[in-house]
């Protein structure tokens, strides 16, 4: 099913800070994986979003929160009918493989891959049980000052979720949670089955570009003035 783009305009704060995340992806850099568990149901079910159209990764979930990238689409792992795709996304455009089959299905961990027409994704989230662990990747050279390699509570800040790089690959894992054992015996971790993936990036390139203009053209107007 495809959804229609929302949200074509975004204000000038918003626009300026979209414009980092999606050209900074294309700096030389070694990347590093972070992540963070968030122990809310799901995703684009209530925290980030109501439903798919509305999804968007934010820091603190208000209106006054930093838009940093919005939802393309979404592998439902019980029910492929209940894949969602944002307008120039489409089911062809990622191929994955985990660790029980070539789908996003019952594997707890994995790869992806994306070739469709986008530069690529800012933020991608597995979900299973009642939380989601949203991933993204960083320059190295943030590791220790802005972020934490691997998961950790401390990436989930603006200073860390800014710094998110355009990637074509990534891997995932579900969070990993307690099952009692019964009779006295300790708790035992496992990681449950996935329910579904999710992959965000900034909003559309034509903003940006036209972001690029009306700076331009700022300048020129200086240059003209001075």
């Not at 929160?65 to 393309?72: D, H, K, N, T």
């Not at 455009?93 to 961990?109: M, R």
Request: aromatic fraction near 12%; glycine fraction near 8%; charge should be negative.
């Amino acid at each position: 099913m495809t959804m229609p783009y929302f949200k074509n305009t975004l204000s000038f704060s918003k626009a300026l800070l979209v414009s980092t995340l999606l050209f900074s992806g294309f700096a030389n850099a070694e990347l590093t994986h972070v992540s963070t568990f968030i122990d809310e149901d799901n995703d684009c079910a209530g925290y980030f979003g109501a439903n798919f159209q509305e999804c968007e990764i934010t820091h603190v979930p208000t209106d006054n929160s930093p838009i940093f990238a919005q939802i393309i689409a979404k592998y439902d792992a019980e029910n492929s009918n209940d894949n969602e795709f944002a307008d120039g996304s489409s089911e062809e455009d990622w191929t994955f493989n985990d660790t029980s089959s070539n789908a996003p299905g019952t594997g707890v961990e994995g790869n992806w891959t994306y070739t469709g027409s986008y530069p690529g994704i800012n933020f991608w989230v597995a979900k299973a049980s009642n939380g989601f662990i949203l991933n993204w990747m960083v320059d190295q050279s943030e590791i220790g000052s802005n972020c934490v390699s691997g998961e950790s509570d401390n990436n989930f800040t603006l200073n860390c979720l800014k710094l998110s790089q355009v990637v074509t690959t990534g891997s995932w894992a579900t969070p990993t949670t307690l099952k009692a054992q019964g009779n006295n015996a300790n708790d035992v971790e496992f990681n449950p089955g996935l329910s579904h993936i999710s992959f965000y990036r900034v909003p559309e390139p034509t903003t940006l570009a036209l972001l690029g203009l009306a700076i331009m053209g700022l300048s020129l107007q200086r240059k003209r003035n001075s």
